[in-house]
Protein backbone atom coordinates (compact mmCIF):
# COMPACT_ATOMS: atom_id res chain seq x y z
CA UNK A 1 0.00 0.00 0.00
CA UNK A 2 1.48 3.44 -1.13
CA UNK A 3 1.47 6.24 1.66
CA UNK A 4 -0.82 8.75 1.06
CA UNK A 5 0.39 12.08 0.21
CA UNK A 6 -0.22 15.25 2.34
CA UNK A 7 -2.86 17.92 -0.09
CA UNK A 8 -1.08 21.34 1.22
CA UNK A 9 -4.21 23.92 0.90
CA UNK A 10 -3.93 26.96 -0.55
CA UNK A 11 -4.59 29.77 2.07
CA UNK A 12 -5.82 32.34 -0.03
CA UNK A 13 -8.15 29.43 -1.67
CA UNK A 14 -9.26 28.45 1.80
CA UNK A 15 -9.60 32.01 3.03
CA UNK A 16 -11.80 32.89 -0.21
CA UNK A 17 -13.88 29.45 -0.28
CA UNK A 18 -15.26 30.07 2.90
CA UNK A 19 -19.10 31.32 4.11
CA UNK A 20 -18.72 35.03 5.53
CA UNK A 21 -19.82 33.74 9.05
CA UNK A 22 -16.92 31.53 8.97
CA UNK A 23 -14.50 33.75 7.07
CA UNK A 24 -15.49 36.22 10.07
CA UNK A 25 -14.68 34.08 12.89
CA UNK A 26 -11.41 33.15 11.28
CA UNK A 27 -10.04 36.62 10.11
CA UNK A 28 -11.55 39.16 11.92
CA UNK A 29 -11.01 40.04 15.74
CA UNK A 30 -12.38 37.25 17.76
CA UNK A 31 -15.22 39.04 19.06
CA UNK A 32 -18.62 40.41 18.29
CA UNK A 33 -16.90 44.16 19.19
CA UNK A 34 -16.33 44.43 15.36
CA UNK A 35 -19.72 44.50 14.71
CA UNK A 36 -20.67 48.10 15.98
CA UNK A 37 -18.05 50.85 16.18
CA UNK A 38 -19.14 54.59 17.95
CA UNK A 39 -18.13 57.56 17.09
CA UNK A 40 -15.50 59.48 19.35
CA UNK A 41 -17.12 62.76 18.96
CA UNK A 42 -20.40 62.40 18.52
CA UNK A 43 -21.07 59.64 20.91
CA UNK A 44 -23.20 57.44 18.11
CA UNK A 45 -23.46 54.25 17.31
CA UNK A 46 -22.80 52.65 13.92
CA UNK A 47 -23.10 49.17 12.17
CA UNK A 48 -20.31 47.52 10.62
CA UNK A 49 -21.52 44.62 7.93
CA UNK A 50 -19.40 42.27 6.42
CA UNK A 51 -20.32 41.65 2.85
CA UNK A 52 -19.40 39.99 -0.54
CA UNK A 53 -19.06 41.59 -3.92
CA UNK A 54 -21.64 39.51 -4.74
CA UNK A 55 -23.56 39.71 -1.58
CA UNK A 56 -23.83 43.50 -1.14
CA UNK A 57 -27.31 45.21 -2.16
CA UNK A 58 -27.70 47.24 -5.24
CA UNK A 59 -28.11 50.44 -2.95
CA UNK A 60 -24.89 50.03 -0.73
CA UNK A 61 -22.64 48.88 -3.74
CA UNK A 62 -24.28 52.41 -5.05
CA UNK A 63 -23.71 54.41 -2.13
CA UNK A 64 -20.26 52.60 -1.94
CA UNK A 65 -19.73 54.12 -5.47
CA UNK A 66 -20.69 57.45 -4.55
CA UNK A 67 -18.54 57.31 -1.58
CA UNK A 68 -15.68 56.91 -4.03
CA UNK A 69 -16.15 59.39 -6.37
CA UNK A 70 -17.07 61.98 -3.44
CA UNK A 71 -13.96 61.04 -1.67
CA UNK A 72 -11.78 60.33 -4.29
CA UNK A 73 -13.38 61.35 -7.80
CA UNK A 74 -10.76 64.55 -8.38
CA UNK A 75 -7.95 62.61 -7.27
CA UNK A 76 -8.39 59.89 -9.80
CA UNK A 77 -8.85 62.46 -12.42
CA UNK A 78 -5.75 64.15 -11.43
CA UNK A 79 -3.79 60.93 -11.71
CA UNK A 80 -2.40 58.55 -14.01
CA UNK A 81 -5.02 56.74 -15.09
CA UNK A 82 -7.99 58.73 -14.71
CA UNK A 83 -11.17 58.31 -13.85
CA UNK A 84 -13.60 55.40 -15.49
CA UNK A 85 -16.65 54.84 -13.25
CA UNK A 86 -17.06 51.75 -15.85
CA UNK A 87 -14.05 50.28 -15.20
CA UNK A 88 -13.85 51.01 -11.12
CA UNK A 89 -17.67 49.60 -11.17
CA UNK A 90 -16.39 46.42 -12.55
CA UNK A 91 -13.46 46.46 -10.00
CA UNK A 92 -15.80 46.65 -7.00
CA UNK A 93 -17.35 43.24 -8.40
CA UNK A 94 -14.41 41.10 -8.07
CA UNK A 95 -15.04 37.27 -7.11
CA UNK A 96 -13.58 37.55 -3.84
CA UNK A 97 -13.81 41.42 -3.32
CA UNK A 98 -15.78 41.61 0.51
CA UNK A 99 -16.86 44.63 1.99
CA UNK A 100 -16.82 45.98 5.71
CA UNK A 101 -19.58 48.59 5.67
CA UNK A 102 -20.19 51.60 7.90
CA UNK A 103 -23.59 52.09 8.64
CA UNK A 104 -25.69 54.35 10.63
CA UNK A 105 -29.56 54.57 10.22
CA UNK A 106 -28.79 51.99 7.10
CA UNK A 107 -27.44 54.37 5.72
CA UNK A 108 -23.50 53.29 4.12
CA UNK A 109 -21.73 56.57 5.54
CA UNK A 110 -18.24 54.58 5.02
CA UNK A 111 -16.77 51.47 3.57
CA UNK A 112 -13.36 49.39 3.32
CA UNK A 113 -13.20 46.51 0.43
CA UNK A 114 -10.91 44.15 0.53
CA UNK A 115 -9.61 40.52 -0.50
CA UNK A 116 -7.61 37.61 0.68
CA UNK A 117 -4.77 37.17 -2.16
CA UNK A 118 -0.88 37.18 -2.69
CA UNK A 119 1.36 39.94 -2.44
CA UNK A 120 4.80 39.95 -3.03
CA UNK A 121 4.49 35.92 -2.93
CA UNK A 122 2.78 36.31 0.43
CA UNK A 123 -0.56 35.44 1.30
CA UNK A 124 -2.30 38.81 2.14
CA UNK A 125 -5.82 39.98 2.69
CA UNK A 126 -5.45 43.35 0.17
CA UNK A 127 -7.46 46.61 1.13
CA UNK A 128 -8.23 47.87 -2.11
CA UNK A 129 -10.59 51.06 -1.05
CA UNK A 130 -11.19 52.63 2.47
CA UNK A 131 -13.95 55.62 2.08
CA UNK A 132 -15.35 57.44 4.52
CA UNK A 133 -18.11 60.22 4.52
CA UNK A 134 -17.72 63.78 5.69
CA UNK A 135 -19.06 62.81 9.19
CA UNK A 136 -16.40 60.21 9.83
CA UNK A 137 -13.83 62.69 7.90
CA UNK A 138 -10.69 64.28 9.83
CA UNK A 139 -8.74 63.93 12.71
CA UNK A 140 -7.55 60.25 11.78
CA UNK A 141 -11.20 58.89 12.61
CA UNK A 142 -10.97 56.72 9.40
CA UNK A 143 -7.40 55.75 10.66
CA UNK A 144 -8.58 54.93 14.82
CA UNK A 145 -11.19 52.65 13.04
CA UNK A 146 -9.26 50.17 10.71
CA UNK A 147 -6.11 50.11 13.57
CA UNK A 148 -9.63 48.54 15.79
CA UNK A 149 -9.47 46.01 13.23
CA UNK A 150 -6.04 45.44 13.70
CA UNK A 151 -4.89 46.70 10.35
CA UNK A 152 -1.54 48.67 10.06
CA UNK A 153 -0.13 51.11 7.66
CA UNK A 154 2.25 48.58 5.48
CA UNK A 155 6.01 49.45 5.28
CA UNK A 156 5.34 48.99 1.46
CA UNK A 157 3.19 52.27 1.16
CA UNK A 158 5.22 54.50 -0.84
CA UNK A 159 6.98 57.45 1.18
CA UNK A 160 6.60 60.42 0.43
CA UNK A 161 8.53 62.24 -1.91
CA UNK A 162 11.07 65.74 -1.47
CA UNK A 163 10.77 67.92 -4.41
CA UNK A 164 13.70 70.48 -4.60
CA UNK A 165 12.06 73.14 -3.62
CA UNK A 166 11.18 71.49 -0.39
CA UNK A 167 7.77 70.81 -0.90
CA UNK A 168 6.62 67.50 0.93
CA UNK A 169 4.44 65.37 -1.35
CA UNK A 170 2.63 62.63 -0.48
CA UNK A 171 1.88 59.31 -2.16
CA UNK A 172 -1.34 59.01 -3.97
CA UNK A 173 -2.25 55.88 -1.61
CA UNK A 174 -1.29 53.94 1.15
CA UNK A 175 -1.32 50.30 1.76
CA UNK A 176 -2.67 48.48 4.64
CA UNK A 177 -1.60 44.63 6.47
CA UNK A 178 -3.00 42.88 8.99
CA UNK A 179 -1.00 39.59 9.86
CA UNK A 180 -2.68 37.06 10.08
CA UNK A 181 -0.71 33.81 10.73
CA UNK A 182 -2.07 31.80 12.67
Not at 8 to 16: G, Q, R
Not at 109 to 118: I, N, Q, V
Not at 134 to 142: E, F, R
Request: proline share 7%.
Amino acid sequence: MRPSKKVKLDPIEVANSKPLEDFAQEYLPPSEDWKTWIHPSTKEQYDVVLETSGGISSSDFDACFHLIEFTSGEDYRKSKSGWKPRSKRKEMKLLDLKYLLIKHDSRVEGFLSFMPTYEDGYPVIYCYEIHLSSALQGNQKGMKFYSKLEYDKEEFTPPPKMLRNGTRVESEYVIFAKDISR
